[in-house]
Structure formats: C-alpha cells, structure tokens
C-alpha cells in the first residue's frame, strides 16, 4: 500500500509540479486567513487613500514593503529613485513599525499601516492599489537595483508584441558583501511549477487585476512564497519573458523578515 501511495504522489508531481500542487494544498489549508486580512488591506487602502490625497501618476511604479529595517531601506530607495527612468514613483509602505527618516523627493511615497500584518502580500497589495501606473516593480528593504533595471526591464516590455511581464537576472550577495553567484533561470511554466526561482524583486510587470499578491498567512516553512505565486498565476495567460541581465543585487540575509535562505 506504501508502495502504492509513493507512486500515485510521484505521478501527481510529474503532472502537476511540487510546488503547484503545495500552493494547492496551501489554498485548502491557508485560505481561512485570507479572509480577514483582505478586510484588513481593504480597510487600509480606503484610510491611505483618503489621507494622501491625489498621487502622481507615472510609466511605473515601485514598491517596497518594509518592517524595521531603517539603513536597509535607505539603501533600497537610494537606488529606486536613482534608476535611468525618469516617468518613475516609489511607494514604500511599512508594515506597521513606523518609517525612518527617508528622502525628501517628490517621486517617493510612504506611508504606514496601523498594525502589523506580517503577511508580505498584503503589504504589497496596499501599494499597487494606492497608485497608478501602467507597469509596477518590485523591491523589497534589503536589496538593492542596479541604475538601469527599469530601463532594461521596459524596453522589453514596450518594445512591439513585447511581453507581459519580465524578470532581470539576480547577483546574490552573502551577508559579508561578496558575490555568491548569479541566478539566472529562463521562463518555463512547467519548470516554474517544480522549482523556485521566481523571485519578485526581479520582476516588471503590466499592471492588471492578476497583478494582487497572495493574502495567505504563510508560516517560514510554506513554500511556495507569494513571490511565486504571483508571477506562476500571472502567467497562466500572459506572456512572461526572462532577460538575463543582473540589475539587481539580493542578499542573502539568514534574518530575512520575509523569508529563509540556504547558502
């Protein structure tokens, strides 16, 4: 019967893919919590957009979720705002910690919620929803782009019958500040839906009602992320393109409040 078992959850993963059938599992499982956390984001979005007012449209906007990491944070808009693109706002939403003192530029947004959520979906969500853009980025309080990453990722998408949505190449930096490799994968959904190596700090993509982030309460230990839940779903029918440049720098943080990593 053991026997039995094992090969009807091997066939199921040849079909479908690990990581697919965990993200169904995580539905069954999960979905209970995001019921009140879509109130919640609702509730948030509704109480920001009332007290900011109009916002600045722009070709594209970039969001940071952040959640005490002041230096780390600095760093990461320093480098949104010096990207090459100049049609270009950065929203950064703290996920209820309170904000360090940021640039006083008339591109950045910030703003905080009223409690804490730890849920990085939600807090995401709040950002794309309070702004305006025909394309949105990615970025999150401990990584960094390089100055052309916009640049590079829009003119692929603007170029004519250009994709959906695109995704750079990633220089993965060890805590000590030296390199570690360069990951690099090319788009397959059916390789997507066994491994993960989708990652949305990389990721530029057109604005549409699928781009909303995954509001499940995942524990460090669920995989997949919501990182790749959005861009595996985003895909189901959009063309998605990877471009193997490295324009963006990611630590490799052990401390990561979002997530856990293996060297």
Do not use: C
């Amino acid at each position: 019967m053991k026997a039995v078992l094992r090969r009807g959850k091997q066939a199921l993963r040849d079909t479908f893919g690990f990581l697919r059938l965990m993200e169904t599992r995580n539905k069954a499982v999960l979905g209970w919590t995001a019921v009140g956390l879509r109130r919640r984001e609702n509730a948030e979005v509704r109480r920001l957009a009332a007290t900011l007012g109009s916002r600045p449209p722009a070709l594209v906007v970039t969001v940071i979720p952040t959640f005490r990491r002041p230096d780390g944070l600095r760093r990461a808009v320093d480098t949104a705002l010096a990207q090459t693109v100049a049609d270009h706002v950065v929203i950064v939403v703290d996920d209820g910690a309170g904000l360090p003192e940021l640039p006083a530029d008339p591109r950045l947004i910030a703003v905080s919620l009223e409690q804490n959520t730890a849920v990085a979906g939600v807090v995401r969500n709040v950002g794309i929803r309070l702004t305006s853009s025909r394309y949105v980025a990615f970025l999150d309080d401990d990584n960094e782009w390089e100055p052309d990453h916009l640049a590079v990722a829009l003119a692929a998408l603007q170029a004519p019958g250009g994709p959906d949505a695109v995704y750079t190449a990633l220089r993965r930096i060890r805590p000590d500040g030296s390199d570690m490799d360069v990951l690099s994968v090319p788009f397959d959904r059916r390789h997507a839906a066994e491994e993960g190596f989708l990652d949305t700090n990389a990721v530029v993509a057109r604005r549409t009602r699928a781009l909303r982030f995954s509001r499940l309460r995942r524990p460090p230990q669920v995989v997949p992320r919501e990182d790749w839940e959005l861009v595996f779903r985003y895909s189901r029918s959009r063309t998605v393109v990877h471009l193997p440049v490295p324009t963006v720098r990611y630590l490799v943080n052990p401390e990561s409040y979002w997530s856990t990593w293996v060297d």
